[in-house]
């Protein structure tokens, strides 16, 4: 009696450990899965993300250079102003709002933000 409870015993773990090496096969063979979707997904990001640095880049630069630009605009309407003042004497109120210097500041601080995302991005 016992030795047939041993035997029924020994078929029930052989039984359980085959059934135990096929589920650690599909679970192994899901993990490779998915590491190569990850993979790919990683090999796929890659290139949009320095995608975005060279237009980041390359819209700092045309910010710069349209500061540098309003710059001059900017010192020739002062020097104008001023060499107008001097002829005419009078006194100009220079608390008038400029809208295009408002837009170029925006500009800037929007392209600034950008850049320190993607330098924190990147870390």
Request: aromatic share 8%.
């Amino acid at each position: 009696m016992l030795e047939i409870f041993l035997i029924i015993l020994s078929v029930a773990a052989t039984i359980l450990c085959v059934y135990l090496i096929l589920v650690l096969k599909k679970i192994v063979l899901q993990i490779e899965q998915l590491n190569k979707d990850i993979k790919e997904l990683v090999d796929n990001t890659i290139p949009v993300l320095k995608n975005i640095n060279d237009v980041t880049l390359k819209a700092n630069r045309i910010v710069s250079s349209a500061e540098d630009y309003w710059d001059g605009i900017e010192r020739s309407i002062e020097n104008v102003r001023y060499k107008f003042s001097r002829l005419t004497g009078a006194v100009r109120n220079d608390s008038v709002e400029n809208p295009a210097g408002n837009f170029i500041q925006n500009i800037k601080a929007l392209s600034r933000g950008i850049s320190a995302f993607w330098q924190e991005f990147r870390k």
